[in-house]
């Protein structure tokens, strides 16, 4: 029996164009996949199996029209359950919002069905889609295929896990504080944070985002390879003016040099040992293709972290104490209590002293782009969590969230990230974080291409 569940998105997508291969076959053993491996990993929350086949159907008969069925063609892809998508409830793990059904898709949804892409199903998140770790009181615990002992990753920890186990070949993920890139390593798989404008995304659904989330969140791609990441963000990124932050910017721009800074400890992170050696692996396989890398430290990471908090704190604070209480789910009531005490209570001046600083600290990081086009950081200080770690203790929640220093400082300046999974320490993933300037995803990803030619760990895998 053909497995096209272990197919790249880029294969099949050629395959299903040229007719070769048939939307419907692929769709067909997609759900088989699903109703195979999901259950031990409950990454998918919710799938139709008859929507999909009749996706399949309709990209097949395109095609038999002589239609352009689009750039994703066929390719069975996952959304998490936080991004509207017509029909569905964007629950965003909280049985407050399970009745949330959304009446239009999100303009990121929108794009990937456009792109002739076959959404497969809706991928699990933390309440509130808080976390680095997927459990909620909704729909359960979702676990990691390489191993259940490990974190998932969060918030989109049931993208990641879903891709990795061969349920899609893309999985839709969010990033407003490492969302996307910290489920890609743990998982390891690769994942995009694009930079702020680049893809288009809104939630009809609910209110407007207030003005820290504006800045900071954006939609992204989770995938087994560069080239797949690549393929989604090119489908997501169409043009869609329902999102007032979508920029038309050429994807690729001016020639840059392949030269790269490798950042092993950034800003005073203290970062452990196989980390730092993955690191350095990386900048040996940019060398190897022709690149100069010279070890360097970043400009500020800790201060755009702390204003990140600050911004995004001062928000939730105003609306989301009453509705941790009405959700009654204690791993958010935990984690919300030891990000309130690690912040202090702004006033409207430290609110706006805090936009203000956002400028400076993009300046710099553009400077620094000027020099070192893509630089080489830690995804996280440590190795993948073991899994809920940060609900153990008030304690371990202040190291984990430290050893997350990239992750939340970035998201200030919005600026990309891509995560590059480069090997495995036993039975855990490790990988690397690629930065560059603002819109210059062209540059993560040439890097990420001859990063990976140098190894990643083995994708798509049964659960562990």
């Not at 400890?265 to 396989?285: F, N, Y």
């Not at 080489?376 to 940060?390: G, N």
């Not at 320490?425 to 974080?433: A, D, I, M």
Request: hydrophobic letters at 45%; proline letters at 7%; one cysteine or more.
């Amino acid at each position: 029996m053909t497995e096209y569940w272990r197919l790249a998105a880029t294969q099949i997508a050629a395959l299903v164009r040229s007719r070769q291969l048939s939307a419907t076959e692929v769709a067909r053993d997609a759900l088989a996949r699903l109703d195979a491996v999901n259950p031990a990993l409950n990454a998918v929350i919710e799938h139709r199996p008859d929507e999909v086949l009749a996706q399949a159907a309709a990209i097949d008969a395109a095609i038999a029209r002589g239609d352009d069925a689009g750039l994703m063609a066929g390719v069975p892809t996952t959304i998490k359950v936080n991004t509207d998508q017509e029909g569905y409830a964007t629950t965003n793990g909280l049985r407050l919002q399970k009745g949330l059904v959304a009446q239009q898709d999100s303009p990121v949804v929108s794009n990937l069905r456009k792109a002739g892409a076959v959404l497969l199903g809706r991928t699990n998140t933390p309440a509130f889609s808080l976390r680095w770790f997927t459990r909620n009181s909704l729909h359960g615990h979702t676990k990691n295929p390489r191993d259940a002992g490990i974190t998932p990753g969060g918030s989109s920890g049931g993208a990641a896990s879903a891709v990795t186990a061969g349920i899609g070949a893309i999985a839709h993920g969010t990033d407003i504080g490492g969302s996307i890139r910290y489920p890609a390593y743990a998982c390891g798989v690769h994942g995009l944070r694009p930079t702020l404008g680049r893809i288009p995304a809104w939630n009809a659904s609910g209110p407007e985002r207030q003005v820290g989330a504006q800045m900071m969140a954006v939609s992204g791609p989770i995938a087994r390879s560069i080239g797949d990441v690549a393929l989604a963000y090119d489908a997501m990124r169409a043009r869609d003016i329902r999102d007032p932050w979508w920029v038309d910017v050429a994807h690729h721009g001016p020639a840059a040099p392949q030269r790269a800074a490798l950042c092993l400890a950034p800003d005073g992170l203290v970062v452990d040992a196989a980390v730092q050696d993955a690191m350095r692996d990386a900048g040996r396989r940019l060398e190897a293709a022709g690149w100069i890398v010279e070890e360097v430290d970043t400009p500020p990471l800790r201060r755009p972290a702390a204003l990140q908090a600050l911004l995004w704190l001062a928000e939730s604070r105003r609306g989301m104490n009453t509705a941790l209480v009405d959700e009654g789910d204690a791993d958010a009531q935990f984690v919300f209590a030891q990000m309130e005490a690690l912040c202090p209570l702004p006033d409207t001046n430290d609110f706006m002293d805090a936009l203000q600083a956002r400028a400076g600290f993009i300046r710099q990081w553009m400077a620094f782009f000027e020099r070192y086009p893509v630089a080489i950081t830690p995804v996280s200080a440590e190795l993948p969590f073991r899994d809920l770690e940060d609900v153990e203790s008030p304690e371990a929640f202040r190291r984990i969230i430290e050893a997350q220093l990239t992750q939340v400082g970035l998201p200030l300046m919005g600026l990309p990230g891509l995560t590059v999974s480069t090997g495995m320490v036993g039975s855990v993933p490790v990988g690397v974080q690629l930065l560059a300037g603002r819109y210059r995803e062209d540059l993560l990803l040439a890097a990420g291409l001859a990063i990976e030619a140098g190894g990643a760990p083995e994708s798509p895998i049964d659960p562990r």
